[in-house]
């Protein structure tokens, strides 16, 4: 079992950053997918940003905004948000997979709140 843990989020206006980190428990250098995703309230969790060993994937509304990074020496995932909008807000989770013979593993963190102001 791998525990997610989120922080860095929190309060910023319009235009401003938040970097996000997630830590993992245990080791993230077998994990083939490491991602953000986020929800707001009435709506289902959607994909923020995902990085594979095949090449990262950013929502079409982040792009250019947001970047995702992995340091497997620290168990870490980050996410740097430049120029947030109102519409970034919402809870941010951290996920992690990966694959063995048992199939696919999946993991959550608890996630962390963003919150940007006009």
């Known amino acids: 079992q791998v525990q997610l843990v989120e922080s860095g989020g929190g309060s910023v206006q319009s235009g401003g950053s938040l970097r996000l980190s997630c830590e993992a428990s245990?080791?993230?250098?077998?994990?083939?997918?490491l991602g953000w995703y986020r929800q707001t309230p009435g709506k289902q969790r959607e994909l923020v940003a995902f990085t594979t060993t095949a090449g990262t994937t950013y929502a079409d509304s982040v792009k250019g905004r947001f970047a995702i990074s992995r340091d497997n020496a620290k168990r870490a995932v980050y996410l740097q948000m430049n120029r947030l909008k109102p519409e970034d807000t919402g809870v941010y989770y951290c996920y992690a997979e990966r694959y063995s013979f048992e199939g696919q593993h999946q993991y959550w963190g608890q996630g962390t709140q963003v919150t940007v102001s006009p």
């Open positions: 245990r080791n993230i250098a077998n994990m083939e997918g």
